[in-house]
């Protein structure tokens, strides 16, 4: 069943809620390549989750050190956590084990979790040491270029 964004799981600072969408993106369209049956298409939508949200770790975990959050050190081995159990996945998959179902429940269950539990811990740190500039929503770009696949489509 596809993720639904819905208002509790922002965290109020645009651009990581418009990367978590981005996010849920993946892991609907991970479940649309297995109903399709389109290994080739579960693979490559597997690899650019897995990239896409080690970018987005690394960059929520630099706006939590520049904000001086004082939990970044545990929130980064969450993330360090999650990128091991991840990797089994992917080994496993690259092994020829059908790991798309498991995979998918897993990514569903973790991200909103971690959403609301884990992200929500930093919010308020991030949001007070933000600019207006940086606080204000991010417009959705749709030329390609590094920015647009870091933020959205």
């Not at 990239?51 to 904000?67: G, I, K, P, R, V």
């Not at 909103?112 to 929500?120: F, P």
Request: glycine content about 6%; charged content about 30%.
């Amino acid at each position: 069943m596809p993720i639904n964004w819905t208002s509790d799981l922002d965290t109020g600072i645009p651009v990581i809620d418009q990367q978590h969408r981005r996010i849920v993106d993946f892991i609907n369209d991970l479940e649309a390549a297995q109903v399709l049956g389109n290994q080739e298409k579960i693979k490559q939508v597997i690899y650019d989750c897995i990239d896409y949200t080690l970018s987005h770790f690394a960059f929520e975990e630099s706006m939590q050190e520049e904000a001086g959050y004082p939990y970044c050190k545990p929130h980064k081995k969450v993330h360090e956590l999650f990128t091991r159990k991840v990797a089994e996945y992917q080994q496993r998959m690259e092994l020829g084990d059908d790991i798309a179902e498991e995979l998918h429940g897993m990514l569903a269950r973790w991200l909103v979790n971690h959403i609301k539990r884990d992200d929500a811990d930093y919010v308020a740190s991030v949001r007070a040491s933000m600019t207006p500039v940086a606080a204000a929503p991010v417009e959705e770009k749709k030329a390609g270029g590094w920015l647009s696949r870091l933020f959205g489509r």
